[in-house]
Structure formats: C-alpha cells, structure tokens
C-alpha cells in the first residue's frame, strides 16, 4: 500500500492518441505528459502545431499525421511511432465528432437526413474512433510483456440516447459495446494484462457541439438550458476535468479494470429529471 501513489504514475509510459490536436484530445494528452507519459499526438491536422506547443512547456510529445478512416495511413502512422517510441504501451482513441447534416432540426428532418452524412458520423466515431485504430496498434500491443490500456471515447448518448442527435447517438452506443467486446476479446485470446475501457464524457462546450448548446450571442440554446438543468452539478464540464480519469485508467491503478465505461459528467447519467 506504500506504492499506491506511485501507481498513478505514467512515468516511461508510451502513449498514442488519436484526434490529439482536437481541443479535449490536446487537453488530455497535456495532462498525461504532466503525469510522466511520451505521448504521440496523431491526427488530420494539427498534430505537429499542438505537439510543438506542448513541447515548450517542457513535456515529451511528439507529432504525427494520421487519417483514422484510411487503414493504410493508420498503419504507416503505427510505422511511425513504433520507429520513435519502440512501443505502444496506451491507445488513446480520441477522434470523433459529429456534423449538422446528421442532426435533426427545423430545416432537416429526419426523413430526409442523408444517407452519406449518417455514414461519415457512425464511421468517424466507431470504425475511425475506435475499430480500426485498435486493429493496427493493438496488434503490437497484445505482445507487450506488462499490456497496456485502450481507452475509446463513448458519451452521454450512449446511456441514454439524446435527441435530434440520431447518427452519433447510434455510434457512440456501438462504441460502448464494441469496448465491451474488445476487452473480453484481448484479455481471453492475447494478453490478460491488455485493457479497454471508456470515458464518456458528459456536456463540454467545443466546436462540434457549440451551435447546439449556446447562440450567436454566447447564451444558452433551450437545449443548453435543459441539459444543465438536468446536471445536478449545475453546469457544463471543463476539459481539464477529464484528465484525472484519463490517468487512472492508463496508469496501474486501474490494472483490474477492464470492460468499463466511465462517466464524467457532473452527475447527468444518473438524474431521472425528478
């Protein structure tokens, strides 16, 4: 029990996150770096821009590009790093988004949602925000003497499907199921010691969701007003406060958990709204 601080340590850890340059994924591999880790930001765009940044605070962070939905560019990103870092010790798969064609609103219903915009939103989210990213890293990492973690990014949807968000809701319910398979599948056919598990992050502002939550004036949309007041804490999540999360369940604290998904979200997935 002497060590139980320790085990919260990333220290020497290697760390690969998907959609790094995004707001919540720059965030949260700021956070890991601060803990110890070397972190690979992999993404579209960006990745050097945010990884330099981080670096002249004086972390270990490094840039790659990577495009999640092409398998071939994920594979010569792994190439990449491997060639850098030797190892993948964590998978952090942090892309995703969603887009307006796939939302309901007052000029698009739902009947005439189009096909390709659902397609991009569920293929962003399960087959580039979690599938195939794990298929090319993960094939290493089941070698890995100590395993490692995969954390994927689920949502609020997942409980509980929100509305007007029909393609992401749908996306991010498989992303937890597909967690689930992942985990089991790893632990009984590779490496006992090969961990997935989830965040779902509950309601933070950020570019994809900002036109649904606040208006052109910086206030609340109705939606905006009902989600906190279905928050029992009150208001929307700061990116920072994913982070000690993010830790636990890459360091060996949580090195017996395995097939979870954890909510951070001010209490929202357990108020019933009475």
């Not at 994920?74 to 796939?102: H, P, R, S, T, Y």
């Not at 309901?104 to 580039?128: R, Y």
Request: with cysteine; aromatic share 8%.
């Amino acid at each position: 029990m002497e060590d139980v601080l320790k085990s919260f340590s990333l220290k020497g850890k290697k760390i690969v996150i998907t959609g790094g340059a995004g707001v919540l994924g720059a965030t949260i591999a700021e956070g890991l770096a601060l803990a110890g880790a070397e972190i690979a930001i992999c993404d579209i765009k960006n990745a050097s821009e945010v990884a330099a940044k981080l670096s002249a605070k004086g972390l270990s962070v490094k840039g790659y590009y990577i495009n999640v939905m092409k398998i071939d560019e994920i594979k010569k990103c792994e190439e990449e790093v491997l060639k850098d870092f030797k190892q993948v010790d964590i998978l952090f798969n942090a892309a995703g988004g969603n887009v307006k064609e796939a939302t309901t609103s007052n000029d698009l219903s739902f009947f005439d949602m189009p096909l390709s915009a659902l397609e991009k939103v569920i293929g962003l989210n399960l087959f580039g925000g979690a599938i195939l990213p794990s298929q090319v890293f993960g094939k290493s990492m089941v070698k890995n003497k100590n395993g490692g973690s995969v954390i994927n990014v689920s949502s609020m949807n997942a409980f509980r499907p929100l509305t007007r968000i029909a393609g992401y809701s749908a996306a991010k319910a498989a992303v937890s199921n597909f967690t689930q398979w992942l985990a089991v599948h790893f632990a009984m056919e590779y490496n006992k010691n090969l961990r997935v598990n989830a965040i779902a992050p509950g309601f933070f502002l950020t570019e994809q969701n900002r036109f649904l939550l606040t208006d052109e004036k910086g206030g609340l949309t109705a939606r905006g007003n009902q989600i906190i007041s279905h928050t029992p804490m009150g208001r929307f999540g700061e990116d920072k406060e994913l982070v000690g999360t993010c830790i636990w369940l890459c360091s060996d604290a949580s090195k017996f958990v395995t097939g979870i998904i954890v909510p951070v979200d001010g209490g929202f997935s357990a108020y019933s709204g009475v």
